[in-house]
């Protein structure tokens, strides 16, 4: 039997340094269906490889913000969340 993989892209804001990147990928990867996770802090994106039949994109917008980042697609145009100096990991900047 084939599986379907989509490919999903995220804008993820919140994150100000390595540890936040990790801690998104973390999470991502931790969801069900999921088959890889990559996470690019500069960009500020998330591109996501998984199985559409196991979970839904809001499932993987909702995983981010449980991370405690803000999360979008990548199309969906710009937020209007404010950003603090902290981030989403508990380190300030």
């Not at 981030?87 to 300030?92: E, L, V, Y």
């Given at each position: 039997m084939t599986m379907t993989t989509m490919t999903l892209k995220l804008t993820v804001e919140g994150m100000k340094c390595g540890a936040c990147?990790?801690?998104?990928?973390?999470a991502l990867k931790a969801a069900p269906g999921v088959r890889e996770a990559r996470v690019s802090l500069p960009d500020e994106q998330a591109t996501i490889d998984y199985d559409p039949?196991?979970?839904a994109p809001e499932y993987l917008i909702a995983m981010v913000q449980q991370a405690g980042y803000t999360a979008r697609m990548a199309d969906a145009g710009a937020s209007s969340s404010a950003q603090t100096g902290v981030?989403?990991?508990?380190?300030?900047n």
């Open positions: 990147e990790r801690h998104v990928q973390a039949s196991r979970l981030c989403g990991c508990g380190q300030a």
